[in-house]
């Protein structure tokens, strides 16, 4: 290539310099050291470096500015850095370039350099009007080569000649954070903003109709609006939010104005878009806790009117489905195989009931279908989510199952009853839906539920017990901590005579049969009032003054760790001792002359030497040819015969 002779005035060019001369930038040929000293320089469009300061200063005098720079720079290439206002920043572009080998960056000039062996003159300076200022231009550095035998590197500088408004465009294009776009049938230009937001290279963008980044819900409408533009059909601005797909697939949200102008003597849309996709999600996350509370005080409303835990159960699934979050929720039980079924099937519309069809779900570690939420549930009795199903080995048995619904998240939570666990199971179609807030509330909607299936099934229990009390023989009567009686069970009446109003706030010791001594009633309390039950044998007096045995258990019930009521529960024996003693009877003593029989006298005698061991006189009795009676005269005058001895002893 042949470059500017220097060694002439003139200036020749030959096709090669014509070609360079319909190349915008400068390009200038640099050579540096290691110590980013410029060792060599040549200019390969000297006229485009004359015209980028000739707009600075007014003068039309090439030859005097080459004669005065050029020539000098291109023999000495340290003058070149008199040129640059911030010269350690281009330094560092130098150490820059050796490692990226290409980079873009803003530089400053003075609009004309004192340089030291060439200082112009103050007349010629004022000849020259000119005005010590500095203008930026933007620069690329492109590496060439490594010298590696004299340490040295060269590279191609080019410096694009551009005005003070267009370099101020430029800065504000390349580094607002707003994507800027304009486009045709393609993108004619965007900035690194837009290429952000859309993750597209500009070489990618420029071969792309504006449409194919308009998520698929809007892009037939996008691509309409656009084409309107570009035929001068719509002319008005306009602002809207819209879902943008990038590269990677990703939705992201962009608040988008879009105007139409006329550009090179065509319709073109110009457009900025903002990055709102936080905002949007955020916006999103509101409105999903909004509905979340909403249906948690919707259960709340439902815990506090419901007492059958089926209807409860019914009612919050319609909760859940008319919030408009769910497509799917059911209510999963355990059976005696691990296998979870369905007890409560809801959905917002019929064919996602068809999910549960056949489903085959376990409690089963070991089993490749209890890895999911509802399995873990049933055992690890903790809310486990699954915030998007095709991307989550544990969901592989069901993964074809899931994309044919499009349920991109779920979640189960674990109901505990005071019989089972049960599990509520949520299928959306919004990936990653359930975050910390949801969980949390999900939470809160566990435990509401929990405590409300508690307190229906305290309230059965309480109604049981209520039963038992009511119906069974069994006395119960409480007294306060001052021992005066404050309830009486219906038993108490028919057993003892007495009404409830006529025992209420008396003492108990109004059953007394005062058959039991002092030492009996101080064992009693120091029991009672050292908070343990006291279990013995009462005899006790009726109204009417009959006597009655009860066995009683009183308990001392304690409240913040002190007494404050005594029960006492009791159950009528009388029957059982009248019994024990008829048979006591008929064991020790004979039937015809009511005296101890042999058994009680071998007993009484067995206890009598075991208490005294010495002797004794033993004197048995006997009535002589007692047999001989019963054999001639019967058995009946035997009897007889045996009465009338006993009389006589």
């Known amino acids: 290539m042949n470059y500017l002779n220097t060694n002439k005035e003139i200036i020749k060019f030959d096709a090669e310099y014509n070609i360079l001369h319909y190349i915008p930038e400068i390009i200038i040929e640099i050579e540096f050291n290691n110590d980013l000293q410029l060792k060599h320089l040549i200019f390969y469009n000297p006229e485009k470096f004359y015209i980028l300061f000739k707009n600075q200063i007014n003068t039309t005098d090439f030859s005097e500015f080459y004669s005065k720079f050029i020539k000098p720079i291109e023999e000495n290439p340290y003058l070149f850095e008199f040129f640059i206002s911030n010269i350690d920043k281009f330094k560092e572009q130098l150490q820059s370039v050796i490692e990226k080998k290409e980079i873009f ?99 990618e963008l420029y071969k792309m109709p504006l449409w194919e980044l308009a998520g698929e819900s809007i892009r037939e409408q996008i691509k309409q609006v656009a084409l309107n533009r570009i035929n001068g059909k719509l002319l008005e601005k306009h602002y809207s939010e819209a879902p943008l797909k990038t590269k990677s697939g990703e939705i992201k949200w962009v608040m988008v104005y879009a105007n139409t102008i006329l550009y090179q003597g065509k319709y073109h849309g110009l457009g900025i878009v903002i990055d709102i996709t936080e905002k949007k999600l955020q916006e999103e996350k509101n409105k999903q806790l909004s509905h979340l509370y909403k249906t948690l005080t919707q259960i709340q409303d439902i ?70 939420p509802t399995g873990r549930v049933h055992r690890e009795n903790q809310i486990i989510f699954n915030n998007y199903s095709f991307e989550n080995k544990d969901m592989l048995p069901w993964l074809e199952r899931l994309k044919q619904f499009n349920f991109n998240a779920s979640c189960s939570i674990p109901i505990k009853t005071p019989e089972e666990i049960l599990s509520i199971n949520l299928y959306t179609d919004i990936k990653n839906y359930f975050n910390e807030e949801e969980v949390d509330l999900l939470y809160r909607i566990k435990a509401n539920l929990e405590y409300s299936i508690y307190k229906i099934y305290q309230k059965q229990w309480l109604n049981i017990l209520q039963l038992i009390i009511e119906k069974s023989p069994i006395e119960l009567i409480i007294t306060n901590e001052k021992n005066q009686i404050i309830f009486t069970n219906p ?70 760790n002190r007494i404050t009521k005594f029960a006492s529960i009791g159950i009528d024996v009388t029957e059982k001792i009248k019994l024990e003693e008829q048979l006591q009877i008929k064991f020790l003593y004979d039937p015809v002359t009511k005296l101890p029989n042999r058994t009680f006298f071998i007993e009484e005698l067995e206890h009598y030497l075991k208490l005294e061991a010495k002797p004794f006189i033993l004197i048995d009795i006997d009535i002589y040819r007692f047999h001989y009676i019963n054999d001639h005269y019967g058995i009946q005058i035997g009897d007889f015969y045996l009465r009338q001895f006993v009389s006589l002893s």
């Open 303 to 372: 815990l506090l009117v419901k007492d059958n835990i089926n209807e409860i159960l019914q009612e919050i699934c319609d909760v859940l489905i008319d919030s408009g979050q769910f497509l799917l929720v059911w209510i999963g039980k355990e059976k005696e195989n691990k296998q979870i079924e369905p007890i409560i099937i809801k959905s917002k519309e019929e064919f996602y009931k068809n999910y549960i069809n056949n489903l085959t779900i376990s409690s089963d570690p070991e089993s490749p279908f209890g890895k999911g």
């Open 491 to 560: 038993y108490v009446e028919k057993l003892t005579g007495y009404s409830f109003d006529e025992l209420q706030g008396k003492d108990p010791k109004i059953f007394s049969s005062h058959l039991y001594p002092k030492e009996f009633y101080k064992k009693l309390w120091n029991t009672i009032l050292n908070k343990q039950p006291f279990n013995d044998l009462f005899i006790n007096r009726k109204k009417n003054g009959e006597l009655f045995y009860i066995q009683k258990s009183i308990i001392p019930i304690i409240e913040n």
């Open 105 to 203: 960056f803003p530089l400053r000039f003075y609009n004309i350099p004192d340089l030291p062996e060439l200082s112009i003159s103050s007349d010629k300076k004022q000849n020259l009007d000119i005005k010590k200022e500095i203008f930026v231009a933007f620069c690329n550095l492109i590496f060439l080569e490594e010298e590696k035998h004299h340490h040295n590197y060269k590279a191609l500088l080019f410096i694009q000649n551009i005005t003070k408004d267009n370099y101020f465009l430029k800065i504000i294009s390349e580094s607002s954070p707003i994507g800027l776009f304009l486009y045709r049938e393609t993108f004619k230009f965007v900035n690194e903003e837009f290429c952000k937001i859309s993750g597209y290279f500009k070489e």
